[in-house]
């Protein structure tokens, strides 16, 4: 890989790559633990082998120029370190310059500027979380070249900072923490709210991560998302009224039935259930994978589909109809969606042995339900952002 990004980067600066360095930040899946970041309870995701590649040069002034294999319309993208302004004709440059522009909000500026040659082998439009990754290739990046040690945990929030701020998106912690913490052959149990995390070793003997896309566009993944964050709040001010809680998933399930009635709606009632449930789904997958137990693990997977899709209601007919498709092959040991739902993809655990005709399979039945064409992609975990 190093090669590739050396003949890339020499064929569009047109210099010599003496003194160029490399880094890669991978992308992520999460196997469990949805829609409980912001509920207070645990994610449960992997870094994989997949994700963003940077070849990188300090120059003597202050200018700033990316170009990325895999935009080459956009050409060279130049910029100034003393004008970070958010720009939208920027698109994906916009990621990098955001963390750049945090690190100077902090107080970590850096006196040159730099060329940079990207690639990303993160299959387009598979909820893999490519943003992140650029955010965290560029943080290590820019990290290093001035010998800031900004210790991981802060620049990870750093990361999450600039898609909130500087970006405007309002996700959580889960991409940037798996992202800046992955280990290869693991998985990450992470309390979104403390931040405390273990490591559950991932060992996939004779098994494949396949992620399945549903090509269903998102589109109410962004309304729906905040309408179920704020019936979750609502829930929460509910059961205050009986219990001393600060979040939802500081409920075990037993204590949840004791006091659920404290919800006045039933449709709140069923959004509350889910974020205890599925927090309590985590913690045991966590526990059967550590055990070897990886059939547990499979069933956890299913039942977190079934109540994303009965309990909070935020599957729709194109992800059910590929996890459905999935639980007919024996082969499939778990199938679920993962992230926000309303269309992107589902996360699936399948035995190596006759991958090709399962894939297949399930490829016809889902098209046979929805018209449309899916695509699958085979990952396996990776590590952490680094340099290479």
Not at 129 to 138: D, G, P, Q, V
Not at 139 to 155: E, G, I, K
Request: glycine share 8%.
């Amino acid at each position: 890989m190093k090669q590739h990004l050396e003949k890339g980067f020499q064929k569009i600066y047109k210099q010599d790559t003496k003194g160029v360095r490399f880094f890669f930040a991978p992308g992520r899946v999460n196997l469990i633990g949805e829609h409980i970041d912001y509920n207070g309870g645990y994610v449960f995701p992997c870094a994989l082998d997949v994700g963003t590649y940077v070849a990188i040069l300090p120059r003597a002034d202050q200018e700033i120029r990316f170009y990325s294999e895999n935009f080459p319309s956009m050409g060279i993208v130049k910029g100034q370190l003393d004008d970070l302004t958010y720009r939208k004709a920027d698109d994906w440059v916009s990621y990098a310059k955001g963390v750049l522009s945090m690190f100077n909000e902090q107080g970590y500026t850096g006196a040159n500027g730099f060329d940079a040659y990207v690639f990303g082998n993160i299959p387009n439009g598979a909820g893999l979380s490519s943003s992140a990754s650029i955010e965290l290739a560029f943080a290590v990046a820019w990290d290093a070249l001035n010998a800031f040690q900004m210790d991981r945990v802060s620049m990870v929030k750093l990361c999450q900072k600039a898609e909130n701020e500087y970006i405007g998106v309002n996700c959580g912690i889960m991409d940037q923490f798996a992202i800046g913490f992955g280990k290869v052959d693991h998985a990450l149990l992470l309390d979104c709210d403390t931040l405390d995390y273990e490591y559950a070793k991932l060992k996939l003997d004779g098994m494949k991560i396949v992620i399945a896309n549903t090509n269903k566009r998102r589109g109410l993944a962004d309304s729906k998302y905040n309408e179920r964050r704020q019936e979750c709040e609502t829930a929460l001010e509910e059961l205050k009224t009986e219990t001393e809680i600060q979040y939802l998933c500081d409920l075990d399930e037993a204590s949840f039935q004791k006091h659920e009635e404290a919800i006045q709606d039933p449709v709140r009632k069923k959004r509350a259930r889910h974020a205890v449930t599925e927090n309590e789904r985590t913690q045991k997958a966590f526990h059967a994978l550590n055990a070897g137990d990886i059939t547990e693990f499979g069933e956890l997977m299913n039942a977190s589909h079934v109540s994303l899709r009965d309990d909070y209601e935020v599957t729709g007919k194109e992800l059910d109809a590929m996890v459905e498709a999935a639980w007919q092959e024996d082969s499939v040991i778990g199938a679920r969606m993962t992230g926000a739902g309303f269309g992107g993809c589902t996360v699936n655990l399948v035995k190596e042995d006759g991958l090709e005709d399962t894939v297949h399979r399930i490829s016809e039945r889902y098209h046979q339900a929805t018209g449309i064409e899916p695509k699958f992609y085979t990952v396996t975990t990776g590590d952490g952002a680094k340099e290479l």
